[in-house]
């Protein structure tokens, strides 16, 4: 990726959005207990998921029209709702007087969620448009990274008894620092995407939008691909004390560090090996589902710790950050709005497959872990599927264009 000293401010502001992002991503599960008492409920920290999960509804609902603000308003307008949404969420959260206020706020912060995502990687494609999947799979990098810190910025917080609001004060002030940063840096003009040719003939016929085969299943990759890990981060802790782990949460931090790792390698190899992302999206899911298999074969905590570090690498290493750069080569004349359907896909996998996870848990019991790996091995399999037809469909859109030069 070739610096552009144009768009330096306005990177290093995107990028931090990111980092926090990653924090907010898990902020309100480690102070699940204080927030529940903020909010009148006592212990009951069910309170405090039912608001979470506020966030994937209003997260889905935007997702039908930020994009489209995004195309028409532009990436700097939406960067900005953005910004300011998230303020809404750190103050909300942390000052809500009871659980129907911090439910709202829940709502809210999905809002954010989704104009921040219909901006800020679109941006960052149109400012570096030679380095489309590495400067999307950065956003990766940012996220997993401010999500590998914060236990231990929780950790230094706690030791020195520094009240949970100070972290959200923290956050809300550096969101409306950034907030007035997007007003005073450069965004690229969304418009010129306009003037770009899509990557697919075909995928814009007469200034209409054709939805082909490779967009449904690039669509259907942001789910498949947040199910995957989503699936492994919520359950792994109850598969590693059924197999004797006595601290199975050890098994995230295996699990971050890989993710970690990932992001650089896959952007590396892209950028400098040639390796296309279609190809990613198909091994890697199978490698994937190979690993959950090996948990489900052999009962160890040692694989335990093998399998975190696989799903960490090739389920968690910006399998979605892909499939949006290769949605937004397919319809560059609106890439938000394109790549806003697979955030839509992703907002039903954030919901839906946690929904699946816990009916198979109250209806199994012990067992229930080891059947969710399965569901889970299934996931992959389905997943590399998609991958395969992307891959299929280019490979007929290279043979197309050399048949076109003779």
Known sequence: MKPNKN??????????????????MSISAQYKTELAHAWGAGNNISVVLTVSS?????????????????????RRTSAIIGSFGWVIFAFGTAYAPNAVFAYIIGIITGIAMSFSNSALTPAMMEAYPDSRSLVTLLTKFFVSFGQFILPFIIIFLSAE??????????????????????????????????????VTKGAVRNGNVKISLEAVALCLIGFTSTAVFMLWTQTNQELGKAYGLTNPALLQSVYAVCSLISVLLTSFIIKNKGIKESTILTIYPVISALALVLAYLINSPIVLFIVSGFIGFFAAGGLLQLAISLMAGLYPQAKATA????FIANGISNWGVIQVAAIITSSFGTAAPRLI??????????????????????????????????
């Open 339 to 342: 790549t806003s359907t697979l």
């Open 7 to 24: 768009y330096l401010s306005t990177t290093i502001a995107i990028y931090l959005s990111f980092l926090l992002l990653g924090i907010n």
């Open 161 to 198: 008894k520094v009240p949970f609001t100070y972290v959200f004060n923290f956050i809300g002030i550096a969101y409306l620092i950034i907030g007035i940063i997007c007003f005073l840096v450069p965004f690229p003009d969304s418009r010129i995407s306009n003037q770009e040719k899509p």
């Open 373 to 406: 790996l399965i569901f889970n091995i299934l996931l992959c399999i389905f997943g590399a599927i998609l991958g395969l037809i992307v891959k299929q469909n280019e490979i007929k859109q290279a043979i197309n264009e050399k048949l076109a030069l003779k």
């Open 54 to 74: 506020a966030v994937g509804i209003g997260s889905l609902i935007a997702s039908l029209f930020t994009g489209i603000i995004s195309d028409k308003f532009g």
